[in-house]
């Protein structure tokens, strides 16, 4: 049996809500493959682990290797510097652990056919490429967020954008999760890649039946699971339209304080409930899910799909979509015909409310009705082992 060596940044564990979406999408990938390759998953892990393959199962084995231990300088100036020579040499300061790694796995002699890398950070990136160079085998790099992920510095950016096109051209595939990001990256560096977006997990939590299901009495009940970045995110259209409506709304945040302190700073209008849930296990966001009326999904002003999005749709709750959107999510709602259902105005998401307070989820989205129109994890899986047939 051919072996896969897989490299990430974290293991991937349990697919909750507030798992990241490279653990998922890592995790779907092992899973599927699993069964038709030996895989070898090497991370970083900060617990004082030995530093020894681990068994998983029959075909799956990881390696958590001990991280690295870093600190910027006090001095503004000296940080910068610092910070410019690791973009100019492996990337980011993650890459210092993939050194180690490269060390670790040298020891052990290990013998692969292909390797993967999932990026973000740099850190995998970088120990692909030194494994290809030293063993030249078939490499696989699977982007998850546009090359410039995480840079803001115009000369940052340049450094960046120079030691990505000379790293990423030597694998022998390139994987981007959405078109315009693909685009975007390819354009910039010069470079060819492949799109398969996330899967959709089959449905692991049947909670409507099939079918929505009344469950509110006097009030409209939206759940959000998961963290919120006001500065990508825009929540604004729903403050505005919550502190004027005459309905009685609860919102359930399932996440850090911060999410919570976000509404609660933001919303006064007394017939608005605001419940802080904290972060919750698995078990307990099916329940508080399967006590909503609807999921709550807030667009990215970036080259993003919210990671969530694949998530809430395994899930047979009406998700509500409100807040601007950059247009990658338009874009893969077109697909479906579903792109009217973004409420990036405070009329729109207006009438979304008064929709609902009817039982009406048409402005809504039904995951029952667009699920089976995307990829699944069978789907990702097959795509994924024939992109890697072609390499081997």
Known sequence: ???????????????????????RRIGQVVKGLSSHYTIWVIHP??????????????????????????????NAFLRKIKTFFYALTIGDYTSIWARKAFKRLSAFSLTYDVCISFFTPRAPLWLGYLLKKKFNKPWMVDFQDP?????????????????????????????????????????????????????????????????????????????????????????????????????????????????????????????????????????????????????????????VIPSKLYEYLSWDVPICICGEDAGVLVNFLKKISSDHLINDTEEKFLACLEKMANNDYSMCLNPLVIRDRIYNEDNLVYDYRKEIEKIL
């Open 1 to 23: 049996m051919k072996s896969i060596l897989v490299i990430a940044w974290e293991f991937p564990g349990v697919n909750t809500i507030q798992g990241t979406a490279l653990a």
């Open 45 to 74: 892990n900060h617990a004082n682990e030995k530093e020894e393959w681990i068994k998983i199962n029959e075909n799956l084995y990881r390696l958590p290797i001990q991280n690295f231990k870093f600190s910027f300088p006090k």
């Open 147 to 303: 090359y410039i992920e995480g840079v803001e510095n115009y000369l940052l950016k340049k450094m960046i954008k120079w030691w990505t096109k000379k790293v990423a051209s030597k694998a022998d595939c390139r994987i981007h999760i959405n078109e315009i990001i693909a685009n975007y990256d390819s354009h910039a560096l010069g470079l060819e890649f492949k799109v398969l977006p996330h899967a959709v997990p089959l449905p692991y939590i049947n909670l409507r039946e099939n079918k929505f299901i009344e469950i509110r009495q006097d009030k409209i009940t939206f759940i959000y699971a998961g963290s919120l970045d006001p500065k990508i995110q825009f929540p604004y259209v729903l403050f505005s339209v919550v502190n004027k409506t005459k309905h009685t709304i609860q919102f359930k945040i399932a996440s850090q304080k911060s999410v919570y302190n976000l509404f609660k700073n933001n919303i006064h209008n007394r017939n608005i409930e605001i419940t802080y849930l904290g972060w919750l296990s698995n078990q307990e966001l099916k329940k508080e899910v399967s006590q909503s009326d609807a999921i709550l999904l807030f667009p990215k002003k970036i080259f």
